[in-house]
């Protein structure tokens, strides 16, 4: 006896974008460009001068005054963006801010290049307000940029501390990952080629995973380096001589990179269909000598967005049935076998996402948050024997509990089922991309014991 399952109706291609993701095509003159830079510029964290934090704060000169605790109101804002850059040239310069994404949408990191003088960058920020003239990037948290090449006039500057990857990218120079003397606190890196040099500058911690590397300097506490190729330091079992910690893994046994999105032109016989389409791009599992160096031709599974949800939060003010509406569309197509790709912005979950069909792709752009049930059930649950789910770019979130609840075991995050042994599929694996598990699970950690 068969059973069949409904896949319901398929999904447009190109999908229906919500506001807060905005396509971009290479600007084709001076004018374009300077419109494009005006609009980008809204997404950047402001950078006081001098004479406007003296003006701000009413002549006194004192760093940390308590009205410049931090110099942007989006550090703790509920807004989320995604900024997609199709195929092209882009002679910008884009300071990426909080809870903002850039993603380019080529087949290859080069297919999307910026040639500015800077390119997309992030300097420190509280100039004037931490450690004066040059500030501080510890409070640098949510932002990404993935799939683009930069050729920036000196180097790139990504001055973050933690929950701010870069991914699949090509640097045309040198990375900085530091600015001028500001503190900063770490980060992750993975699927780089970078020309020049990797300089960590005074970054307390950081992670890079299948890079490719002429050279390294700086860092202050410690450095992991999984899968890299070229000038790589050699590990090191203390603060050596006022240097990092090292630690090298240089033969990993498997790598496996998370999904993204291409958009392409579509060939219909001898013509090109002058309507793109999406395209999903899972890519497989790399072993031994092919999980080793960055990935740019990698084995993919390409799969058509008509096939695939692009889900937008629920607008209803009554968060009990933004929860519910949520989570109805959202398990409705995943019960149909479809991947999930959340829009940027709040998700609030009446009861868990359940997945149940293998290989099933859950993708969030710029940083989308699902906020946990109020019963303490997860925000996503895998059942048990599901291989090769790919759960990447989400942040989970904790709810606050109901009373009767609070005394319960609780999860953000359920992997198979309790009392029920599963060994999993070596050779299709699930994938959880976890650079910014460390604060959603350190928030969660704060609330649980406050509670």
Known sequence: MSILISRGEDEPNPPLLPESMLVFYPPQNEHEMHEMQTLLNKYSDPILTWDEFIHSSNGNEVPNHQEFTHTSADHFSDKRTALLFTPGVYP??????YYTSLYGLGVHPDDVTFIGSKGPHVPSLDKFTDRPPNGSGLNSFWRSIENIATKPQSEMTWAVSQAAPLRRIHVHGDLNLFDADAWVSGGFGSNLVVDGSINFGGQQQWILRNANVNGISGGAWNLVFVGCMG????????????GPLVSVEDKPRVSLEKPYIVLKDQQIDDRINQVPRFELRVPKVMRRKDAIIAQFHEDVEIRDFCRVKLVVPSVSLDVAMAATENHSKIQKALDHGKDIVFSPGIYYLSSSLKIKH???VLLGLGYA?????????PCIHVLNNVPGVRIAGIMLEASVLTEEQKTKNSCLLQWGDNGIVDDGDASNPGLLSGEYLYYVIYAYYQYTNAA
């Not at 910008?92 to 801010?97: M, R, T």
């Not at 948050?369 to 059930?377: C, V, W």
Request: aromatic share 0%.
């Open 92 to 97: 910008l310069d884009i300071e990426i801010g």
């Open 231 to 242: 000038n790589i330091p050699g590990e090191t079992t203390s603060l050596e001589a006022g």
């Open 358 to 360: 293998p290989n099933q």
């Open 369 to 377: 948050t699902l906020i946990a049930p109020t019963n303490g059930s």
